[in-house]
């Protein structure tokens, strides 16, 4: 058994592991980016077919094979109905990206690897079965656990990036964005966006979310897109299916005045700063009757008012994260005090 655990050892096969063990649990939240979000396939497509080569010695050609074949499959449409029926389970993440394909030709260092390239010569000790056993297991984790799991940030107000675009992206491939092309610019109105840390119900971590929401967005979609420099105004209004949209924005983030109109009645009105919400926003029902005033400051909401007929019905104030740090603060030091 042990003979066919000897690729395990290869200190190619162990920096792959590593390198994917890395790049899924810290690259790829850090950097979000084309070779973070492509290292893992590399990695992977190597170790992978390697690993069940060592289980099945007598089936290697049927192992590589299958490898190929399921990994086109995984990154295609085909996948989704499957992913969707395991993902209560497993928590399965995975975006549609047929560039990733171009990790396929990986395969034949693997194939290389175990069939042409000689290994290093190890005693059959004990050390260097259970080393070959413990790196199995690790690489089973790895492929069992690709990934860190992502949170869902939703917004309470609509959130918009404006990109150029050389090409209109495939809409079926970003459930979470919506696409709205006007000649050489491209609006994405992001309905969710996916975090590498856990929701908190606050303004504040929000705001961390998309601090950078233009780059972000460009680097998911990648080649087509490219950034409006910052400074250059561009006004724009757009039917989506919620109402008329109107935006401003500075560079590729909302500034300025939004407004929603919805059967010539205007619904929603406030305003952002650099992609934050700013100063006063309003919100009315369809027939005019209800409203609420939503105040924010750096783009924290600070109160909420709810009106009737134009009278106050509730008035609350919501403590930003400036004001729970400074209570935190003042406890911890009557703490002291006492």
């Known amino acids: 058994m042990y003979d066919r655990l000897k690729s395990f050892l290869s200190p190619l096969f162990i920096f792959s592991l590593v390198l994917l063990i890395l790049n899924d649990f810290m690259l790829k939240a850090t950097f979000h980016n084309t070779l ?15 690993f069940w080569s060592a289980v099945f010695p007598k089936r290697k050609l049927w192992v590589f094979v299958l490898s190929a ?6 990154k295609s449409e085909f996948a989704s109905g499957i992913i969707e029926l395991l993902n209560p389970i497993f928590n399965i993440q995975r975006v549609v990206d047929p560039t990733d394909l171009i990790a396929l030709p990986v395969l034949l260092l693997a194939w290389f690897h175990i069939n042409g390239t000689p290994h290093i010569t190890l005693n059959n000790s004990l050390s260097a079965r259970l080393s070959a056993w413990l790196i199995g297991l690790v690489a ?17 107000q609509p959130q918009y990036v404006l990109l150029k675009a050389s090409a209109s992206p495939d809409s079926k491939l970003y459930d979470e964005l919506e696409f709205y092309r006007t000649d ?5 109105q992001v309905k969710q966006l996916y975090i590498s840390r856990p929701v908190r119900d606050d303004d504040y971590n929000k705001n961390r979310s998309i601090k950078e929401l233009d780059k972000n967005i460009r680097d998911w979609i990648k080649d087509s897109v490219s950034l409006v420099p910052p400074g250059k105004i561009t006004s724009l209004t757009i039917a989506t299916a919620q109402g008329i949209d109107s935006l401003r924005f500075n560079g590729g983030r909302l500034d300025g005045r939004f407004s929603r109109t919805k059967d010539g009645k205007l619904i929603i009105e ?26 924010f400051v750096n783009g924290e909401g600070t109160s909420i ?19 729970t740090i400074r209570n935190i603060y003042f406890q911890i030091g009557l703490l002291f005090y006492s």
């Open 36 to 50: 973070t979000g492509k290292l893992s396939d590399f990695c992977g497509l190597f170790i992978f077919p390697i």
């Open 69 to 74: 074949i399921l990994f086109v499959f995984w």
């Open 140 to 156: 089973f984790f790895s492929f069992c656990a690709t990934s860190q799991q992502r949170y869902v940030q939703s917004f309470d």
């Open 184 to 188: 050489s610019l491209l609006v994405v």
């Open 270 to 295: 406030g305003f952002y700063k650099m992609g934050l919400e700013d100063s006063t926003w309003t919100f009315r029902d369809s027939i005019g009757t209800n409203a609420v005033l939503k105040t």
């Open 305 to 323: 008012k709810q009106f009737n007929r134009d009278k106050l019905v509730s008035n609350t104030s919501i403590n930003t994260r400036a004001h």
